[in-house]
């Protein structure tokens, strides 16, 4: 059973020139555990695309199951509640807290949902990415990459099955690039979450088992 299965995927945004279709039919089986990149031009759907994934967003038509549920059938919060407890999210901009410290902002999707043990989990996960010795530090106190470690941690905190990036490292400098896909791919092979990882970057694509490529609302596999 796949992760993550896409039929059809159609989605059209209204707009000031009328409605645009963005995605034109997108099919996409990602299986559990796997680890998969998605390359395109900027405005090609990306971002749209991880955000269906990820429930954040329903699409015009198409199937989505995720690990074998269908999506389309869940109500508002039925699928916040599967979202919460099995996507993880990270994006661009870290999009931290900043008025809390580090330990707190990646105990938070924890305390939200009344989880128990929370400060231990979160104290564990930051260790994982290497920020163990920042727990009081605020966000505004830390390097780019160092949020962007932290923000890995938040979304890793829940345990996730299925983990969705969006260009994490498009504001970071080389280095701190390769360090963050250095520990992602680590807590990749440690933890088992199947990953889609969109990013512009060729070198950090090849990093992953298949290469994806959206265009012209249709995505393709180019690489095996
Ligand atoms: N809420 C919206 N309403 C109307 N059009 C939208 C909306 N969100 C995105 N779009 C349009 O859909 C297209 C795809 O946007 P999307 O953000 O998915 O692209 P992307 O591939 O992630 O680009 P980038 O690489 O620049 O992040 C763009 O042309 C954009 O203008
Ligand atoms: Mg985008």
Redesign the pocket.
Known sequence: MSEVRLEGVVKR???PDGE?E?LGGVDLAVGKGEAVSIM????????????IIGTLLRPTSGRVSLNGQEISSMGEGELALFRNRKIGFVF?FHHLLPEFTVLENVMMPLIIRGERGAEERARRVLEMVGMGHRLKFKPAQLSGGEKQRVALARALVNSPSLLLA??PTGNLDWKSSSQLMDILARLHRQLGFTLII?T?NREIAEKWGKIYL?ERGKLRCCTD
């Open positions: 945004y209204p707009s645009i963005v395109g031009p900027s405005g090609s759907g990306k971002t749209t695309l991880l955000h661009q969006d260009e969109v512009h959206l």
